[in-house]
């Protein structure tokens, strides 16, 4: 698929079938994965690929009580946007609890980890919240959704089984000095999958010279 056209119709697919992925289209989106840049080349993060039926149910048992909690706050904020944007989120929603409800089912949840130890943040005496050593690590979850778009597969970043880090690490054996930055879950679209983004235009996110 041509780049652009990737990128533009990227969008998060949270309704995936069962139906298994065949073992060379998953290769090649996990290779796309390690081709991202990192600092100084280290690439300290690893994928772990889970397909066990009865770990990916423990992951959706870990995942859903924080996606039911996070619904009341988001429909309470619908209720103060403009009807189009909130009929837009509210399909969103909908998507999202079919995730929850359906993650077992996928048929792979590709787990981000990282070593800090070999991540330099640059960031880290900053009064706020470090985000650099992200630099490191989210090139190669962009990298796997576009190879999915490319390769027809459905996928979402999420993060919410971040909170729940202590669990996951013991469920799938990952040793102390590693932790979790994403949780990619890959399948098939149920319904119509990718399609054109709505994004703010360049000329609000962009400026020149200075912050505008």
């Not at 009929?87 to 929603?93: N, V």
């Not at 990952?174 to 999958?193: Q, S």
């Not at 990718?194 to 609000?204: F, Q, S």
Request: glycine share 8%.
């Amino acid at each position: 698929m041509e780049l652009y056209e990737a990128m533009s119709t990227l969008r998060a697919v949270r309704r995936l079938r069962p139906d298994p992925i065949p073992e060379d289209v998953l290769e090649r989106v996990l290779t796309a994965a390690t081709w991202a840049p990192s600092g100084g080349n280290h690439q300290s993060w690893r994928i772990i690929v889970v397909k066990d039926p009865a770990t990916k149910q423990a992951l959706e048992d870990l995942y859903r009580p924080h996606w039911e909690g996070y619904i009341p706050g988001y429909e309470e904020h619908m209720k103060h946007m403009p009807e189009k944007e909130a009929e837009s989120s509210r399909k969103a929603l909908a998507a999202g609890t079919y995730l929850a409800t359906h993650l077992h089912e996928v048929p792979v949840i590709c787990v981000f980890c990282f070593n800090p130890s070999h991540i330099t943040f640059t960031d880290i005496e900053q009064p706020r919240t470090s985000v650099v050593g992200g630099g490191s690590i989210y090139p190669a979850v962009q990298n796997l959704l576009l190879a999915a778009r490319s390769e027809g597969l459905g996928c979402v970043l999420t993060t919410l089984l971040c909170m729940e880090e202590p669990a996951v690490k013991a469920l799938l054996g990952i040793p102390d000095e590693w932790h979790t930055a994403a949780h990619v879950p890959l399948g098939y679209p149920v319904l119509g999958g990718h399609g054109p983004i709505a994004r703010k235009p360049i000329d609000r996110m962009v400026s020149l010279n200075k912050f505008d």
